[in-house]
């Protein structure tokens, strides 16, 4: 990947997640997180793609953390949510919303956790098994896919 320059490849990602979330193969898609340089640097071609292929984005500049990914995965980073219906972002939200609340209450336990995680990766539209073998995988902080930014 020497001869890929990051940002043709970020908006690589970007295009292919934005044709997945056109199609209705996924409800809900996420950028590569990007540092907010980075995310300077590509906003107007994603939000090209965006236009092109009839979808909406959103910026998150806290992405909600779950067993899907390392805490240092995003840490200090933004992600641009894609989506097609409204109803996708307004679930993420109520998601993220969901575990702030439970953390606040102190009541953010390890079922809750994977509670959240499993709710996330469905909103991401993965599948049932990939879920509960995600959800499935050792490790004390929790069963974290992604580990690089």
């Not at 020497?2 to 970020?10: A, V």
């Not at 996924?26 to 236009?51: H, W």
């Not at 499993?118 to 990939?130: C, H, I, V, W």
């Amino acid at each position: 990947m020497k001869d890929i320059d990051r940002t043709s490849f970020q908006l690589g990602m970007i295009n292919c997640f934005a044709e997945m979330v056109a199609v209705g193969v996924k409800r809900l898609a996420i950028s590569p997180p990007l540092t907010p340089e980075d995310y300077e640097e590509i906003r107007d071609a994603s939000d090209e793609i965006v236009e092109g292929s009839g979808i909406r984005s959103f910026l998150e500049t806290s992405l909600l953390i779950t067993d899907l990914q390392s805490p240092e995965f995003t840490l200090g980073k933004w992600s641009v949510l894609y989506f097609k219906e409204p109803e996708a972002l307004d679930a993420y939200l109520e998601l993220k919303e969901r575990k702030e609340a439970l953390e606040a209450a102190e009541k953010y336990t390890r079922e809750a956790r994977e509670d959240i995680s499993r709710a996330f990766m469905r909103l991401l539209s993965y599948p049932e098994d990939t879920i509960a073998g995600k959800l499935r995988a050792e490790g004390e902080d929790g069963p974290y896919m992604l580990t690089k930014a």
